[in-house]
């Protein structure tokens, strides 16, 4: 079965820290893309690769940064993590069905910093 | 500066009862407008989606409809079921191939027995 998977699911770690969050997909995607949770708020997209060797940033200004060396992986790292990086970070893919992209996303990592 | 306003932010409806959720977007170069819906601890899925060209678009007990003029675009879920509940989230892009989406801030929908 084709999926999305992100790892750690919940991190809870120290000022300081270096992280890296882990986004794998089975299905073979181009292109993909780091979304940014808020409770009760909108997602932002932070990041996005249209494949192996390209990323760009989103609309939402990041300090993390990301890599794209392999098709099926695009992991996130956040050097020195800060208390305003606490977040839910949501990773997708997207396939050109229909005309449109459909992005299938990922179950999220949930980062809180202390 | 939000893109795409949506409300509610939550609503409780009773089983088999109509759900309605708005969103309202300013940018008028948007020309692709999903819906996904969150259910705990699971990424937002693709629900339907809709494009400017068409006024309304129903797949079995959704339907989006859409008004061009106003800017507005809404979500009903008819004869809504205990399992509908989840948040929703209207979104918009302006890219033309759905990349890139601008989030509404989620409904959570929670449908009473």
């Given at each position: 079965e084709a999926?999305?998977?992100?790892?750690?699911?919940?991190?809870?770690?120290?000022?300081?820290?270096?992280?890296?969050l882990e986004c794998s997909q089975t299905m073979g995607h181009d292109k993909m893309y780091w979304y940014q949770q808020d409770p009760g708020m909108e997602l932002h997209l932070i990041h996005y690769s249209y494949g192996v060797n390209s990323t760009e940033k989103g609309d939402l200004s990041s300090e993390s940064t990301v890599s794209r060396i392999r098709t099926e992986h695009f992991p996130l790292t956040l050097e020195s993590a800060r208390p305003s990086h606490t977040s839910q970070y949501l990773c997708a893919s997207s396939d050109p069905g229909a005309g449109a992209n459909?992005?299938?996303?990922?179950?999220?990592?949930r980062l809180t910093v202390l | 500066q939000q893109q795409v306003k949506q409300s509610p932010q939550s609503l409780i409806v009773q089983k088999g009862g109509i759900s309605i959720?708005?969103?309202?977007?300013?940018?008028?170069?948007?020309?692709?407008f999903?819906?996904?819906?969150?259910?705990?601890?699971?990424?937002?899925?693709?629900?339907?989606?809709?494009?400017?060209?068409?006024?309304?678009?129903?797949?079995?007990?959704?339907?989006?409809s859409f008004n061009k003029s106003a800017k507005q675009f809404s979500l009903h879920i008819m004869?809504?079921?205990?399992?509908?509940?989840?948040?929703?989230?209207?979104?918009?892009?302006?890219?033309?191939s759905g990349d890139k989406l601008t989030f509404g801030t989620g409904t959570r929908l929670a449908v009473r027995p």
């Open positions: 999926d999305i998977y992100q790892t750690p699911r919940y991190l809870v770690i120290g000022t300081g820290k270096k992280i890296t459909v992005l299938t996303f990922g179950a999220g990592s | 959720i708005n969103c309202a977007y300013e940018n008028t170069a948007f020309d692709y999903p819906w996904y819906q969150q259910f705990p601890g699971k990424g937002p899925a693709l629900l339907i989606a809709i494009r400017p060209d068409v006024s309304e678009k129903k797949e079995g007990r959704f339907t989006i004869d809504s079921q205990p399992g509908d509940s989840a948040t929703y989230f209207c979104a918009a892009s302006n890219d033309g």
